[in-house]
T-cell receptor, first 112, second 117 residues
Framework: DAKTTQPPSMDCAEGRAANLPCNHSTISGNEYVYWYRQIHSQGPQYIIHGLKNNETNEMASLIITEDRKSSTLILPHATLRDTAVYYCIVRVVSNQGGKLIFGQGTELSVKP | GAGVSQSPRYKVAKRGQDVALRCDPI?????LFWYQQALGQGPEFLTYFQNEAQLDKSGLPSDRFFAERPEGSVSTLKIQRTQQEDSAVYLC???????????????FGPGTRLTVL
């Protein structure tokens, strides 16, 4: 699975959009981009995933560049409850085991 | 039950003791994963079950670590002769289908924090 690079920390003002970048320059054509987040003292929580098209759900939007070498997770109106570590993961979806390989993630602090 | 549950939530063991950590996945979930998370680090994969079959145990750090899921539902992670470096949060996750159908969506429990003195 391809390696990802994320900034270690970011701040965001409450109510503003939080844009979390992720570089995955070695991504392969059959690898998806996933985002999970981990709020303090909880297990990771799935947010969104995509292959090459932009995706949106009730939690966030995922923008993947045309060359697929980077992506951005967008939380449109960040709240204090969005304070967490955000993990960008790239992996193949297969018929075999689907383990997730987490990096260090980005610690997002949403401030009032 | 609404989600994945794990017990105990906290465990303190003396070095050399054996421990057993339990995971109750979401009912009907085929796939079950164990991860280890050291302080300040991201979770690291330990092992994977599809129903009762352990298909991948490549992440288990030593032969002191053993996992089972005998009836394809509840799973137990056992650590024998615990060492201080085993101190971590142990996370369990489950998913409904095989990976290609679940598309990588895993549901995590709150974890068990193990402290070895």
């Amino acid at each position: 699975d391809a390696k990802t690079t994320q900034p270690p920390s970011m701040d965001c003002a409450e109510g503003r959009a939080a844009n979390l970048p992720c570089n995955h320059s070695t991504i392969s054509g059959n690898e998806y981009v996933y985002w999970y987040r981990q709020i303090h003292s909880q297990g990771p929580q799935y947010i969104i995933h995509g292959l090459k098209n932009n995706e949106t759900n009730e939690m966030a939007s995922l923008i993947i560049t045309e060359d697929r070498k980077s992506s951005t997770l967008i939380l449109p109106h960040a709240t204090l409850r969005d304070t967490a570590v955000y993990y960008c993961i790239v992996r193949v979806v297969s018929n075999q085991g689907g383990k997730l390989i987490f990096g260090q993630g980005t610690e997002l602090s949403v401030k009032p | 039950g609404a989600g994945v549950s794990q017990s105990p939530r906290y465990k303190v063991a003396k070095r050399g003791q054996d421990v057993a950590l339990r995971c109750d996945p979401i009912s009907g979930h085929v796939s079950l994963f164990w991860y280890q998370q050291a302080l300040g680090q991201g979770p690291e994969f330990l092992t994977y079950f599809q129903n009762e079959a352990q298909l991948d145990k490549s992440g288990l750090p030593s032969d002191r670590f053993f996992a089972e899921r005998p009836e394809g539902s509840v799973s137990t992670l056992k650590i024998q002769r615990t060492q201080q470096e085993d101190s971590a949060v142990y996370l369990c996750a489950s998913s409904l289908f095989r990976d290609y159908l679940s598309r990588g969506t895993q549901y995590f429990g709150p974890g068990t924090r193990l402290t070895v003195l």
